[in-house]
């Protein structure tokens, strides 16, 4: 019997470590490690199916190329002449800017990133910038401390009051859920911020369902109620912040009734919150990435960012403003992993790519390579993505399944699972404990990993300083994990089968010198017009948010169910003044497109809110179809949630 040390490669918050077992029968199997002292030896039922997904049927274990519409198999040989010539030819026909790279975070490995590495030795790519995902909250916080940094998990069982402010860890956080249980029985309070009553309510003590966008609105509510009543740290504010006069001015020209009406919430509601939250000591807030899927985004998070300040709940144990944890980012070497600087080449925001191509450079792009994504699923405005997707001449998707993406795709090219070769991972969402993961299977026979894939096209393509700079995976893992090792002085090989942190980041910011120019903590000056836009109208009275599945990552774990059809959930006050029924067959639309889906009775929303589990595939119903383009106010982040709908019965 063998057994291996491996690590959840899925874009998950826990980044949980694997035990992969392989009895004397060639028998696998996969379970939790017990040893890793924050995910403890459970794994969620996506982390489950590792193995079931390595070794699906359905997974595409040799290149393909589409001929004539239909997908055939090739030689890998053929195909990296075919997409090298390609590239050579449009290298030097149309220019690197003719290229598009187009990544997500599929498979977190360090090692993946020889994608990047690859397209940027071409020099001046077209790329994209901004984020699908936590885009506007990085920003605001490196606005507001100048680093992301999040309190070790077992710190936040020294606060008295703990406020999950627009996460959802019941479903996709679930190795957070022990330390809120346990910080309850210690009792702590657990405080929920959410327009849906989601699973996290049952383990709340208290519930404060928010109208969706108005949380910097909250926030600056809390803050008139934390300065009238002396709940200020004043020695805080005004030792290690700055910006102070200008965000109080703001506050000072709002009037505290009109922001409550825009909450949502009740007076009563809000002055309790502020007493949980600024009457005891220490508190934390727990965010999620909900709440900056808005075209406010940036500043609901930099308002939030300022309780922290204002109640001087930042630098000490219990307290912090835990949004994400670039903290072992510090010490890989970017430049190195990434290939960067690279040419100046054009750039466009993420959530906009079907304007770029389509409006912005019509017909200027002339070749699309997709890896770790299925962005045709996940982007926003999933009509206008697939039209520009498809008007791109020369496509080629790496992945393990046909996708919508990859299905979209003129070649196929299949790559190696977290199982299959040896990667270094880490979280850079919570916790800092990082893994190098061993390889435990033999790939299938035709399948390569992305550095072979990467390694054989720029030998094709003759493009040595790139086969020079990135000999082997090794060397690439050594190379850019040189700081790290140099400050555990360890090798990588040393790192084997352990679970390792850095010490000194229980408590982030325990010296009150933050990373800004200024090193003090940034408050915002609120844009207030930007805070208060909304656009539900009478024609789209619905405000649609679209939140992360339980069983799945996005659309990863989706493919039996493409014969499915979503379920919106609705107030069931609302279904029945529409004469609708629970189950009911409905079409739901918006100003970009419409779905059907079956209606789900609920009373965990309020009349003006319907919301339905993202990651549908189109074959089934993409619901991306229904949200918007645009980005944030800050960080280019998408804005899923800023999307207006109506239903009808069919
Ligand atoms: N099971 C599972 N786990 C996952 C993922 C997955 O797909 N499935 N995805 C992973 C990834 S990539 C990410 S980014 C994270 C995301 O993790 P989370 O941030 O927990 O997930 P979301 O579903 O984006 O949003 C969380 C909550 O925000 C709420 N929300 C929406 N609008 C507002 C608002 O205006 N105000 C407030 N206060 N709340 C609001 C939603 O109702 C939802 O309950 O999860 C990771 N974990
Ligand atoms: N409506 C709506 N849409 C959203 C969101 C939302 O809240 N609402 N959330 C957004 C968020 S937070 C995110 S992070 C994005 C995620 O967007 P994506 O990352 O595009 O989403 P996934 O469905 O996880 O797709 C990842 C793909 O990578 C593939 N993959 C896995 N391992 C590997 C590998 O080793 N190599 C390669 N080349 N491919 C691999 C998987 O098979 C899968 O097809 O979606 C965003 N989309
Ligand atoms: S998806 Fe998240 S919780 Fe599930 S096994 Fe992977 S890292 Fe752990
Ligand atoms: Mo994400």
Redesign the pocket.
């Known amino acids: 019997m063998k057994k291996y040390k491996s690590v959840c490669?899925l874009?998950c918050w826990d980044r949980c470590s694997i035990v992969v077992t392989i009895d004397d029968d060639n028998n696998m199997s996969i379970d939790g490690d017990k040893e890793h002292p924050i995910t403890r030896g459970f794994l969620c039922q996506k982390g489950l199916q590792h193995l079931s997904q390595r070794n699906s049927t359905e997974r595409l274990t040799r290149p393909m190329k589409k001929v004539d519409g239909e997908w055939r198999p090739i030689q890998w040989q053929e195909a990296i002449k075919e997409i090298g010539d390609r590239l050579i030819q449009l290298l030097n026909n149309e220019g690197p800017s003719s290229i598009i790279h187009l990544s997500?975070?599929?498979?977190c490995?360090l090692l993946?990133n020889i994608d990047k590495a690859f397209f940027n030795s071409l020099g001046g790519i077209t790329k994209s910038v901004g984020s699908?995902?936590?885009g506007a909250g990085i920003e605001a916080q490196l606005s507001d401390f100048g680093k992301v940094l999040s309190h070790d998990p077992v710190d936040h069982l020294n606060a008295k009051t703990i406020i999950i402010w627009g996460r959802n860890p019941v479903y996709t956080n679930v190795h957070l859920v022990p330390f809120l249980q346990e910080a309850k029985k210690r009792g702590s309070n657990i405080v929920l911020i959410d327009p849906v009553r989601t699973a996290t309510a049952s383990l709340s003590t208290h519930f404060y369902q928010i109208k969706p966008h108005a949380d910097g609105l909250l926030a600056m509510a809390m803050a008139k109620l934390i300065l009238e009543r002396g709940l200020c740290d004043t020695a805080f504010v005004s030792k290690y912040s700055e910006g102070f006069e200008n965000y109080k001015a703001q506050l000072d020209r709002l009037s505290l009734q009109e922001l409550i009406l825009e909450t949502g919430l009740s007076e009563a509601e809000l002055n309790q919150l502020t007493e949980l939250y600024a009457g005891l000591s220490p508190s934390s807030i727990i965010l999620g990435?909900g709440l900056q899927?808005y075209p406010n985004g940036g500043n609901n998070i930099r308002l939030i960012d300022a309780l922290g300040a204002l109640t001087g709940n930042i630098g000490i144990s219990g307290g912090g403003v835990n949004y994400a944890n670039q903290y072992i980012n510090q010490w890989i070497d970017w430049q190195y992993a990434n290939n960067t600087p690279s040419g100046e080449g054009p750039t466009f925001v993420k959530s906009n790519f079907a304007d770029y191509i389509l409006t912005e450079r019509p017909q200027e792009i002339k070749a699309i390579f997709v890896?770790?994504?299925?962005?045709l699923?996940?982007?926003?405005n999933t009509s206008k993505s697939l039209e520009a997707f498809r008007s791109i001449p020369f496509k080629v998707t790496?992945?393990?399944?046909l996708?919508d993406?990859a299905d979209n795709s003129d070649y196929f090219l299949p790559?190696?699972?977290?199982f299959e070769e040896e990667d270094f991972l880490f979280s850079s969402m919570w916790h800092s404990y990082f893994n190098f993961s061993e390889r435990a299977l033999d790939p299938p026979e035709e399948v390569r990993s992305?550095f072979q894939i990467f390694k054989s096209l720029s030998e094709y393509m003759k493009l040595c300083e790139f086969s020079n700079k990135y000999p082997n995976e090794r060397y690439y893992l050594e190379r850019a994990l040189a700081p790290l090792l140099s400050n555990t002085g360890m090798t990588l090989e040393e790192m084997k089968g352990q679970n390792l942190k850095l010490k000194g980041n229980e408590v982030p910011w325990e010296n009150k010198v933050f990373s800004t120019p200024s090193r003090k903590f940034s408050f915002i000056n609120p844009h207030i017009e930007v805070l208060r836009a909304s656009y539900a109208n009478d024609e789209y009275p619905l405000q649609l948010l679209?939140?992360?599945p339980k069983d799945s990552?996005?659309?990863?774990h989706y493919r039996e169910k493409v014969k499915q059809l979503p379920k919106v959930y609705c107030n069931e006050e609302l279904l029945k003044d529409l004469m609708i029924s629970d189950g009911d067959i409905v079409k739901v639309r918006s100003i970009t497109g419409e779905i059907k889906c079956m209606a789900s009775a609920t009373a965990d929303v309020r009349r003006d809110v319907i919301y339905i589990y993202?990651?549908w595939w189109l074959k089934s119903q993409g619901?991306?179809n229904l949200?918007p383009k645009g980005f944030s106010d800050i960080g280019n982040q998408?804005i899923?949630n800023h999307c207006f709908c109506k239903i009808e019965r069919l």
């Open positions: 490669s874009d997500d975070a599929g498979h490995g993946k699908l995902c936590w990435y899927r890896t770790r994504g299925n962005p699923v996940q982007l926003p790496i992945d393990h399944f996708t993406t790559c190696t699972h977290i992305e679209t939140l992360h990552l996005h659309s990863q993202e990651g619901i991306n949200t998408a899923y």
